[in-house]
């Protein structure tokens, strides 16, 4: 649509109308002698007299291009704009990490499919995880693996088919055959330094003990809470195992309570979905619609009309007034019409 950015300005419409009834006409004096026979002298000398007082009088093209032009420049000073359509941005307000133990006890295939089969543990992680980022169209999805020590496999980002295609190609044990769960809560609170999300979600899941971390899970924990990092924990695997094939349950449970996340638990494939179904649940898709329209300004358009109209006028009073000039050098009669007479002699008066 279009709109003026100053549409107070054309109260100024009337400004020379009330000028010219306001204020007094302008009066030039100049320097004369009185003569009780100048009548004769001006005879004797082939003269002609002129009017003791010269009014400047103004023709039609005067009266229509002076308010045309008025109008365009106080049109051109106010603006004009075309405004276009919305562009709209969904900026997520949420960046959630995926943190996924990748030992080399997620090669067990002691994991039941809704069906009853057994798979491998990392099959089944691999299927609901990917499902689960399929339904967080407006997240920034960053994912961590870890083994013997977590390393970085997408930094947050929309591109969630990449995120994907990085899950398809997890192996057990390319990170090693050790479960350093602190160090990667650690690398996790690391990568959400320079995020300016609103809401920051970690989801660690692991079917170990931590037995490779340098940093002390409590101590991780404590980290995120105090940079507002939630985490929620999830343990699959034997919690009956004995060494690091054991999955601490009671220190999901202690990492999850101190950052104000939540602890769960899936013995299979099928309790797995439901516990991602429920962490889709408690963290609501959340982002922001910005909205901004693009304005294209307009105002060279009428000023330029203006300027075109004055010029085009000026250039027609000056071809008037040399033709004039022209004939009066050779001495023709000048017979124009009295308002082209009027124009050419009062060239000021434009």
């Not at 045309?68 to 106080?74: D, G, P, Q, R, Y």
């Not at 090669?107 to 499902?131: C, E, L, S």
């Amino acid at each position: 649509m279009y709109q003026l950015e100053f549409p107070w300005l054309l109260a100024l419409l009337p400004l020379p109308l009330l000028v010219w009834w306001l204020m007094p006409p302008y009066r030039e004096e100049s320097a004369s002698v009185r003569l009780p026979f100048f009548g004769e002298v001006a005879s004797a000398a082939g003269l002609k007299p002129a009017p003791g007082a010269v009014v400047p009088r103004t023709h039609w093209l005067q009266k229509v291009i002076a308010p045309i032009a008025w109008v365009l420049v106080l049109l051109a000073l106010a603006r004009p704009q075309f405004v276009e359509p919305p562009i709209e941005k969904v900026q997520p307000a949420r960046d959630l990490l995926l943190a996924l133990d990748l030992s080399q006890s997620m090669d067990a295939r002691d994991y039941k499919r809704p069906d009853g089969t057994a798979i491998a543990r990392v099959d089944a992680v691999r299927q609901v995880v990917q499902d689960f980022v399929t339904r967080r169209k407006g997240d920034r999805i960053g994912l961590v693996v870890f083994g013997d020590a977590p390393y970085p496999q997408a930094p947050f980002t929309m591109d969630h088919a990449l995120v994907q295609t990085m899950l398809g190609e997890m192996i057990p044990g390319m990170a090693g055959p050790s479960t350093a769960l602190g160090d990667a809560v650690g690398l996790g609170i690391k990568m959400f330094e320079h995020s300016k999300a609103p809401q920051k979600v970690m989801i660690v899941l692991t079917d170990g003990n931590d037995t490779a971390s340098k940093m002390p899970p409590p101590r991780a924990a404590a980290i995120a809470r105090e940079r507002g990092v939630t985490v929620h924990t999830v343990g699959i695997g034997d919690p009956g195992a004995t060494g690091e094939d054991k999955v601490d349950l009671d220190l999901l449970r202690q990492l999850a309570a101190t950052t104000g996340g939540r602890y769960f638990f899936a013995g299979d494939q099928g309790e797995l979905e439901q516990i991602y179904a429920t962490l889709d649940r408690i963290t609501p898709e959340n982002q922001k619609v910005l909205s901004w329209r693009p304005r294209r300004e307009l105002f060279m358009w009428p000023l330029g009309a203006a300027v075109l109209l004055i010029v085009a006028y000026q250039l027609q009073m000056t071809a008037i007034v040399l033709a004039r000039r022209a004939r009066a050098a050779r001495g023709e009669d000048d017979d124009e019409p009295s308002a082209l007479k009027a124009s050419a002699g009062q060239e000021g008066g434009a």
